[in-house]
């Protein structure tokens, strides 16, 4: 069905990217348990990682996938809800001079 709506997907692949510190037998062995057939790579940085039949593949993703630590999201979450306050505060400022227009405002030419 997916092969049908999009022709060019290729569901036997995983594209990975961050391995310029990785051989290939270091990708083959982190996929040990789902073992790939070949390694496409497409620059130094990023590769495919090509399996025979689109299951494994899948199974590789599923299975060796995982969720990001859950102290880190909360960290993350933090530093963004600081920054977007000091940027709201900084656009409150800005917008106080009375000579400026308001967004959306149209001002008149007469």
Same mark, same amino acid.
């Given at each position: 069905?997916?092969? #049908?709506? &999009?022709p060019? %997907?290729?569901?036997?692949? &995983?594209? &990975?990217? @961050? %391995? =310029?510190? &990785?051989?290939? !037998? =270091?990708i $083959?062995?982190? $996929? ?5 057939a ?9 590769? *495919?990682? %090509?399996w025979? =039949? /689109?299951?494994t593949?899948? +199974?590789?993703?599923? *299975?060796?996938?995982?969720?990001p630590? !859950?102290? #880190?999201?909360?960290? +993350?979450?933090a ?5 977007? @306050?000091? *940027?709201?505060? =900084? #656009? ?6 009375d000579? /400026?227009?308001?967004? @959306?405002?149209v001002?008149? /030419? *007469?």
């Amino acid at each position: 069905m997916m092969k #049908k709506a &999009i022709p060019k %997907v290729r569901l036997e692949t &995983i594209y &990975i990217c @961050g %391995v =310029d510190e &990785i051989s290939t !037998q =270091d990708i $083959f062995s982190y $996929f040990k348990e789902y073992p790939p057939a070949h390694i496409e790579w497409l620059d130094d940085t990023s590769c *495919n990682v %090509v399996w025979l =039949d /689109e299951m494994t593949a899948t +199974r590789a993703l599923i *299975n060796m996938s995982s969720l990001p630590a !859950q102290d #880190k999201i909360r960290s +993350r979450d933090a530093s963004e809800d600081k920054s977007s @306050g000091k *940027n709201k505060k =900084d #656009k409150q400022e800005d917008s106080s001079d009375d000579d /400026e227009t308001e967004e @959306g405002e149209v001002e008149d /030419e *007469n």
